[in-house]
């Protein structure tokens, strides 16, 4: 992030003065899961091989390797924030839990997590298998795979 | 999150006007690592286990179990968000890689992602072992750890 990007000051941790802190898309996501309800839970048994794209990633990709495993950190911007308990799956069947023990995206902060697959790299864009976001999902963050821990 | 509070309206998605989304604490880390240089390097070897504490955690924590592993996600407000590549585990002899293919604290948005075990559960506080997160950071979600897959 540069300091003249988004209009906010570049200062460490991003603080604003009422105690927030301010989330700078890096990139998007291009994917085939359009509409709210297209996303599968995360989870589900039988997902189907689908590649995605992270477009427009402002940082440096030469490192990443294809056919490694990354996670990738996702805004979900159109989940609900403003509710503590779900149904998990929304299932009305399902008893309902707070969202920390599920991972329903409708949560106070919607930061979505997927462990995936690199199948290509070209520029600012890297291909991905399985990535359960919809078309449009901003992106905010890579990390590699730890092994043998995952942290 | 409740739409009173922080002075953000709680809309999907949390959309600021200029592209950027507003992160809101759901709770604090109590640790006994005090300072920028007390963290250890995820992923380092040799890790003494530690308890550190949630505290207030603004959500529903009795769905949250007493020996299970979940994964806290943090704002590292200390970090450097202006640098897009490091020197791996702040060693100068190691080549510099991109932030993405790392897990540097400093980083556009620096969220950390820790996979601990809850060993207490009292009223707004979860006790975890073995959280590498500075006392003060504040905790944006908590995910449970999904199996077998780990997504």
């Known amino acids: 992030m540069k300091s003249d990007q988004g209009g906010h000051p570049a200062r460490p941790g ?3 003065t009422d105690g927030t802190y301010v989330l700078q898309p890096i990139g998007w996501v291009d994917s085939p899961l359009v ?3 297209a996303a599968p839970k995360q989870g589900s048994r039988g ?3 689908r590649p995605a794209r992270l477009r427009r990633i402002d ?3 030469r490192d990443l390797e294809v056919g490694s495993e990354i996670l990738v950190l996702t805004w979900l911007d159109r989940a609900r924030r403003d509710v503590l308990v779900v149904h998990p799956r929304d299932d ?3 008893p309902q839990r707070g969202v920390f023990s599920t991972r329903s995206a409708d949560r106070p902060n919607p930061i979505g997590l997927h462990r995936v697959t690199i199948s290509a ?3 600012s864009a890297v291909e991905v ?3 359960e976001a919809l078309d449009g999902t901003p992106v905010v963050d890579i990390k590699p795979v730890l092994h043998p821990l995952d942290r």
């Open 14 to 16: 991003g603080l604003v």
């Open 47 to 49: 997902i189907t091989r």
């Open 92 to 94: 009305l069947t399902n």
């Open 59 to 61: 940082g440096r990709l």
């Open 35 to 37: 509409g709210k309800n």
């Open 121 to 123: 790299i070209t520029g």
């Open 129 to 131: 298998q399985d990535l």
